[in-house]
């Protein structure tokens, strides 16, 4: 009888004689089963605890989702630092961007799952779109967000948009990064069952291997955002305004396009659909990305 190994994360903790909790920490391990009561041999099983830590005292829990969040905006505030640093900006004006943009990106996240993905559901009970908490967020909403945002921000204070535009796309890609990497330890937009080798069975969802569709989506979008900054870095004296912005458009709405194909519809209306919500949406910033490629020669620095 072989054995099935998953990797765990489990939360240790820490209570004082009268039970009351005095403290936690956490520990990655390995679990070994029986294979005959646990998933296919020869894929990796995926079963983490999507509880990062317990905050001591309060008992709340710090979900690694959240904390991707976090450190998306973390992360990608550093790198707009960078931009704004090199090209003259101040500190002041990335602390007005970043306010627009936390805020734009999850009402953005936020409103884009209600009404892209239950839209029965919120409609009929409109108050739940601020349950927050209880998890829905779409990344085609946050780009929609995000980019009203930019628009709010150049308005109140008089920054040139194609240029909001462009940084934010440079940046965009390491915060999706982060994103999908919450939705691994979530055990969620995972893929659709398939044998190829490095299929990983998520233990929360069935027995099946399935495509690592979340490992998929971050690889790429690390290597995009690697790919972004470069030409930021190299060529951004000589690319006409809108261009960064089309390019990233192009590039990650393509491949979210195709990576849906291998990937589990996130509401069962999609299953009567020949493309997904995904796809659908992805579409039309494929076409404007291709868009603002062609015309941002109109728009070359002077």
């Known amino acids: 009888m072989g054995l099935c190994v998953s990797l765990s994360l489990e939360i240790i903790k820490f209570k004082s004689l009268d039970g009351d909790s005095i403290g936690a920490f956490f520990i990655y391990g ?18 983490p605890n999507p509880i990062f830590f317990t905050i001591p ?18 992360v990608s505030n550093i790198f707009m ?19 627009y943009i936390v805020i734009a990106t999850v009402v953005g996240a936020r409103l884009g799952h209600c009404f892209f993905y239950d839209p029965e559901k919120y409609f009929a009970h409109p108050l739940d779109i601020l349950k927050v908490y209880e998890g829905g967020l779409a990344s085609h909403g946050a780009a929609i967000g995000i980019m009203v945002g930019m628009w709010f921000y150049c308005r109140k204070f008089k920054e040139n948009l194609w240029w909001i535009f462009d940084r934010m796309m440079v940046v965009a890609p390491i915060g999706a990064f982060f994103i999908r990497f919450g939705n691994l330890m979530n ?6 069952v398939t044998d190829v080798p490095w299929a990983i069975v998520f233990t929360q969802v069935d027995a099946q291997p399935r495509h690592p569709a979340q490992l998929y989506e971050a690889v790429f979008y690390l290597f995009l955002s690697i790919f972004m900054n470069v030409l930021w870095s190299k060529k951004r004296k000589v690319l006409g305004g809108g261009y960064l912005c089309g390019l990233l458009f192009v ?31 992805s579409i039309p910033f494929v076409i404007v990305g291709i868009m603002l490629m062609k015309t941002s020669v109109k728009r070359l620095p002077k």
């Not at 630092?81 to 306010?99: N, P, V």
């Not at 990650?252 to 949406?281: C, D």
């Open 187 to 192: 055990s969620e937009i995972y893929g659709k």
């Open 81 to 99: 630092g960078r931009i704004f640093k090199a090209e003259k900006r101040t500190e002041s004006q990335l602390d007005s961007l970043t306010f």
């Open 251 to 281: 590039l990650m709405f393509s491949f979210r396009f195709f990576v849906e194909f291998i990937k589990e519809n996130q509401s069962s209306f999609e299953n009567q659909m020949f493309l997904n919500m995904g796809q659908i949406l």
């Open 30 to 47: 390995f679990m070994f089963e029986p294979q005959h009561e646990c998933m296919p041999s020869n894929f990796f099983v995926w079963n």
């Open 57 to 74: 005292m309060i008992n709340w829990p710090v979900r690694w989702y959240g904390l991707s969040w976090a450190l998306a905006f973390f």
